[in-house]
């Protein structure tokens, strides 16, 4: 079965065009090294009653969105080898400088998954 890699995080609306910018070169890094699928997806119906919703999970700010992204890989194994590649990689090292990237990193939530439905 695929791995997934996922996460989810506060971006100010007003980042968003630059964290978009940022996201396409990140996918097609991670895609480069091996990953099947690199997807972000920025929230749009968001008010939920029924669950926890994620705008108070990541305790969302006024002028905020959320993102919610995935990584598909081969397997675990394959993500961490893909990973090790990516990390390494001296173009994600400029666009992950702590002090310049356009979203609340404290507040990002990620984890590895097994994926057990594949339909």
Not at 28 to 51: N, P, Q, S
Not at 96 to 108: E, G, H, L, N, Q
Request: proline share 5%; with cysteine.
């Amino acid at each position: 079965m695929k791995y997934v890699d996922g996460y989810v995080l506060p971006v100010p609306k007003k980042n968003m065009s630059t964290y978009r910018r940022m996201a396409q070169k990140a996918g097609k890094i991670w895609r480069e090294y091996g990953a099947l699928e690199f997807r972000e997806c920025v929230g749009d119906d968001l008010k939920t009653k029924m669950a926890a919703s994620f705008p108070r999970t990541i305790k969302l700010k006024p002028g905020e969105t959320v993102v919610f992204s995935w990584i598909t890989f081969k397997t675990r194994a394959h993500r961490d080898s893909v990973n090790d590649k990516v990390m390494k990689d001296p173009r994600l090292a400029k666009m992950m400088d702590m002090k310049s990237i356009p979203f609340d990193s404290k507040r990002m939530v990620y984890g590895g998954f097994k994926v057990v439905v594949d339909e």
